[in-house]
């Protein structure tokens, strides 16, 4: 047991089972990390036009009225960049930019993650 925690600390070597224990790196190799993540979509409240935008939520300006919205606008839903379908298992959080925003795609797998730091 001792040889295996200091495995993961990297005094040890490899893991009882023969692993790289040292790697404390939890990233899913199907996930992509950073960036702006898909696009998303959105509806102007104060004209109902469809907004699209790409990268964080700062401001978002509604192409039919012209209404510029700074970080206050959360999207109804993401595109897949994938397989361009509608993606509902989304949290993006435009007021604060601190929590992990992520985006999910049911149909193709797609996933995103920021990083908040």
Known sequence: MLRRVL??????????????????????????????????RYTCPECDAAIESTGPDEQVTCPECHTAFKGVLVPDFAICPDCESRIED??????????TEFAACSTCGYRWESDPR
Do not use: H, I
Request: no cysteine; charged share 30%; aromatic share 14%.
């Open 7 to 40: 495995g993961w600390f990297g005094g040890g070597g490899d893991d009882a089972d023969g692993s790289d224990a040292g790697d404390l790196e939890w990233t899913d190799p199907n996930t992509e990390y950073g960036g702006d993540g898909p696009p998303r």
């Open 90 to 99: 989304v949290a993006f959080y435009p007021e604060t930019r601190r929590d």
